[in-house]
């Protein structure tokens, strides 16, 4: 007999004692993992775990793009390819890439193409493959900071990483970092993206409904949101030079 | 000189030539990992190097910021302060042709007019019949006539051959030209192929050529280091080419340590004693 599941959110995203429905603060995040260079065939790649959010990306160039005919003379192209599993959300997800993945791929490429030279490499591609093998709200976000840390992973010459989270409203209560059934049942969603070379913001988007003066505010959460990972961030690229250091230096001693 | 003779030159694989050819080839290149001005400063893309802008210049891997008020690292690497230049040296990254590189070169399709080539860059590189054999002199009369002309064939390689040859001409638009005309290029028949990072390849080769010596005299072994990551390597006998194999992968995963060469010389003694070679 096969399990209905009914789409039912809860009345209240928040709990008596104040907190959110998994016990976090307003503008606490989920537990953040991050790890670079976990494909061993591809160039560069990284593999995170945000939340319940488990997302591998791989990266490969610059080389000859196929097909042929999406080859620019006077740049190289960067393609952006986010695909999620068919386990990782509740309903079997259907396999081919979908609206809402396409969407997806074409926001990411188009935050990560400030940072990339693409102009020295005519005529070649960067391809970035994101495999989402669990999903439990803010891929969107979470794709685009593993991308750019597998990107720098890979040796690519680029300006700076980027990092994303997604802020929202939830019973009229900003909060940063949504989960999947705040996304769901919240009021706004506000995912964006910061550069840090220039501080500027490479992705924006929104879905809901808040008014100006909460937007301020928004952004202005959003940005200690994200120096907090963007320190996780570069922990996690350091981290695998810096291991083989302290054991080398440790095995002198 | 008649072709026979260039070809045989051309393949023999002598010791102290090919040492001789890694040790000259790029001199300024080399000093990089080793520099004691080099720092073990890991640095990563965007990190903010110096903001004194005035005495320091951007190097190689960097980033002078649009309002001038910076200089930022473009790569994962070291970073390095040569005289007023801050430079990064890459951990990562991919190998890109350069005029003049002498690179390992896998041949993988052939056609009347020219070969095509793997050479572990973005782009396939082509080698035509004219850059494999030098023109007779003979050939060209005693007045310089017309040259001749049944030398615009590709039967002197086939698909799957391992070549060295040397860059004629490489740029961002159009495939790199080869040649194996000249000392030290040409086919290899034997021996192993390895495959590294290419920002690795100065450390394996080492500060004038000391690490590579180390590793030849070590492991009694012959070792041609090209720009493109690949390494040819042939040893007495398996053992001591699967020790060398292994003590250059130590070198690719140590690459941004410090004291590698003194290491490399005991890991190399201690695994000698271990397998049992001598």
Aim: glycine share 8%.
């Amino acid at each position: 007999m096969p399990l209905i599941i009914k789409d039912e959110y809860p009345e209240k995203l928040f709990r008596d004692d104040g907190k959110r429905l998994d016990g976090r603060d307003k503008t606490e995040l989920r537990p953040i993992k991050m790890e670079v260079g976990v494909v061993e065939n591809a160039d560069g790649s990284a593999y995170l775990e945000w939340g319940n959010n488990k997302i591998l990306a791989a990266v490969y160039g610059p080389r000859e793009v196929h097909p042929h005919h999406l080859a620019k003379p006077d740049r190289g192209i960067l393609r952006v390819f986010y695909r999620m599993t068919t386990y990782s959300v509740f309903e079997r997800k259907r396999p081919a890439p979908g609206r809402r993945e396409k969407e997806i791929s074409m926001v990411i490429s188009d935050c990560l193409k400030p940072l990339l030279f693409l102009e020295l490499y005519p005529g070649s591609s960067f391809e970035v493959f994101i495999e989402v093998l669990d999903a439990d709200g803010g891929t969107r976000c979470a794709a685009t900071t593993i991308a750019a840390l597998a990107l720098a992973d890979a040796g690519i010459p680029m300006k700076s990483l980027v990092t994303a989270v997604a802020v929202g409203k939830i019973d009229d209560e900003l909060v940063v970092d949504l989960s999947g059934i705040e996304d769901k049942a919240g009021q706004a969603d506000l995912p964006c993206a910061i550069t840090w070379f220039n501080e500027e913001l490479s992705l924006l988007q929104f879905d809901g409904e808040m008014d100006l003066k909460q937007m301020e505010k928004f952004l202005s959460l959003a940005k200690t949101a994200l120096s907090e990972i963007y320190e996780i961030q570069l922990e996690a690229l350091k981290k695998k030079y810096i291991d083989i250091q302290e054991e080398v230096s440790g095995g002198n001693n | 000189m008649s072709f026979k003779d260039e070809e045989q030159v051309i393949n023999d694989d002598n010791q102290e030539e090919e040492e001789e050819a890694v040790n000259t080839e790029e001199d300024s290149e080399l000093d990089e990992f080793e520099d004691e001005e080099t720092t073990r400063n890991l640095v990563v893309p965007g990190e903010i190097l110096t903001t004194d802008t005035k005495t320091y210049l951007p190097g190689r891997g960097t980033l002078l910021t649009h309002d001038r008020s910076k200089i930022i690292s473009l790569n994962i690497g070291l970073k390095q302060t040569k005289k007023n230049y801050i430079n990064v040296i890459p951990l990562r990254g991919f190998y890109t042709p350069r005029p003049g590189d002498k690179v390992l070169a896998l041949v993988t399709d052939k056609n009347p007019v020219k070969y095509r080539l793997d050479i572990n860059a973005k782009d396939d590189a082509i080698l035509k019949p004219k850059n494999t054999m030098k023109r007779g002199r003979m050939s060209r009369g005693m007045r310089g006539g017309p040259p001749e002309r049944d030398n615009s064939n590709t039967e002197m390689y086939e698909i799957g051959d391992i070549l060295i040859a040397k860059i004629l001409s490489a740029d961002r638009l159009n495939s790199p030209e080869l040649t194996t005309v000249g000392k030290y290029l040409g086919k290899k028949n034997n021996g192993i192929v390895i495959s590294i990072d290419p920002p690795k390849i100065p450390r394996v080769i080492g500060r004038e050529g000391s690490m590579i010596k180390n590793l030849k005299n070590l492991t009694k072994s012959t070792i041609f280091v090209t720009q493109n990551g690949r390494i040819w390597l042939k040893g007495e006998d398996i053992a001591h080419e699967r020790l060398l194999i292994d003590a250059i992968r130590k070198i690719e995963r140590e690459a941004h340590t410090v004291g590698l060469t003194d290491r490399m010389t005991d890991y190399i003694e201690n695994e000698k004693k271990k397998r049992g070679l001598n």
